[in-house]
T-cell receptor, first 116, second 111 residues
Framework: DGGITQSPKYLFRKEGQNVTLSCEQNLNHDAMYWYRQDPGQGLRLIYYSQIVNDFQKGDIAEGYSVSREKKESFPLTVTSAQKNPTAFYLC???????????????FGPGTRLTVL | EDQVTQSPEALRLQEGESSSLNCSYTVSGLRGLFWYRQDPGKGPEFLFTLYSAGEEKEKERLKATLTKKESFLHITAPKPEDSATYLCAVQVSGAGNMLTFGGGTRLMVKP
């Protein structure tokens, strides 16, 4: 089965701790994305990556970091510098970064992060 | 600045009661408009992409339409399993595959 997996499903963090959220895809997609979703709000882009070893900041990158060492993996680290990290985090991928038919974003199941 | 506004924020329907969800947008150059369905605690599920004014797409009880300023998601004779949050997003010319999302409409269909 091809798809996007995220782990863990639920994550609890103490204030001041860094945590890393996993995103893996076996779709052979080049582009991957991280979004944050707050209750009752739409998705906001944190980071995206078009190819291995390259990534770009989205609209709300402060307090987050990413890496793209392998095509299938795009982990997100929520650092202690992120002031309000409690949210639902979603990973997505597309075959490429160009828009158009056949390049729709498909999403993973999400990770709910709660800061205690 | 590109903006996407969805209305209403929440909609309660009786089973079989047809209605429409609205997505209005203000963008510099629309390349595509996307509809997603999201169940509680899950990732969004892709429904439709519309690329030009006048275009329509259908899937089961759902029909999406597009004008130059807005899109509608029409739900015909909804069932309780249609209850979910419906998200609208736009893709703008020159921005590659980036999406700007609206806040979503939470649909509740009562039996």
């Amino acid at each position: 089965d091809g798809g996007i997996t995220q782990s863990p499903k639920y994550l609890f963090r103490k204030e001041g701790q860094n945590v890393t959220l996993s995103c893996e895809q076996n779709l052979n997609h080049d582009a991957m994305y991280w979004y944050r979703q707050d209750p009752g709000q739409g998705l906001r882009l944190i980071y995206y990556s078009q190819i291995v070893n390259d990534f770009q900041k989205g609209d709300i990158a402060e307090g987050y970091s990413v890496s793209r060492e392998k095509k299938e993996s795009f982990p997100l680290t929520v650092t202690s510098a992120q002031k309000n990290p409690t949210a639902f985090y979603l990973c997505a991928s597309t075959p490429g970064l160009a828009g158009g038919p056949g390049n729709e974003q498909f999403f993973g199941p999400g990770t709910r992060l709660t800061v205690l | 600045e590109d903006q996407v506004t969805q209305s209403p924020e929440a909609l309660r329907l009786q089973e079989g009661e047809s209605s429409s969800l609205n997505c209005s947008y203000t963008v510099s150059g629309l390349r595509g408009l996307f509809w997603y369905r999201q169940d509680p605690g899950k990732g969004p599920e892709f429904l439709f992409t519309l690329y030009s004014a006048g275009e329509e797409k259908e899937k089961e009880r759902l029909k999406a339409t597009l004008t130059k300023k807005e899109s509608f998601l029409h739900i015909t004779a909804p069932k309780p399993e249609d209850s979910a949050t419906y998200l609208c997003a736009v893709q703008v010319s020159g921005a590659g595959n980036m999406l700007t999302f609206g806040g979503g409409t939470r649909l509740m269909v009562k039996p």
